[in-house]
Nanobody
Framework: QVQLVESGGGLVQAGGSLRLSCAASGRTFSSNAMGWFRQTPGTEREFVASINWKGSRTLYADSVKGRFTISRDNAKNTEYLQMNSLKPEDTSVYYC?????????????????WGQGTQVTVSS
């Protein structure tokens, strides 16, 4: 079993930056592909970014390409989401996710473990 804990959310003005962190414990970090999703009230959880277990491949939603960067440090069992040029529409609760599969995926069903979420609010 893998436990995930997100941190780094907060309030930022449009155009600013935040870096989210996801600390993993339990099963080894390198054994899982990981990703980030976001969800606002009344909507389905939306894919943001994914990275494979080796950190050699990444996948991004079109809405964040060129602005967000996903990375991982397996020695620290930590995944990161660097968010630059933030927009008000990026406001959401962001969730770290992990799956036993190897590869990158935008499908929620490919992820078995989820963090508790961290709030990101971008003001105009």
């Amino acid at each position: 079993q893998v436990q995930l804990v997100e941190s780094g959310g907060g309030l930022v003005q449009a155009g600013g930056s935040l870096r989210l962190s996801c600390a993993a414990s339990g099963r080894t970090f390198s054994s899982n592909a990981m990703g980030w999703f976001r969800q606002t009230p009344g909507t389905e959880r939306e894919f943001v970014a994914s990275i494979n277990w080796k950190g050699s491949r990444t996948l991004y939603a079109d809405s964040v390409k060129g602005r967000f960067t996903i990375s991982r440090d397996n020695a620290k069992n930590t995944e990161y989401l660097q968010m630059n040029s933030l927009k008000p529409e990026d406001t959401s609760v962001y969730y770290c996710a992990a799956g036993a599969y190897i590869g990158v995926s935008s499908d929620r069903d490919d992820y078995n473990y989820w963090g508790q979420g961290t709030q990101v609010t971008v003001s105009s």
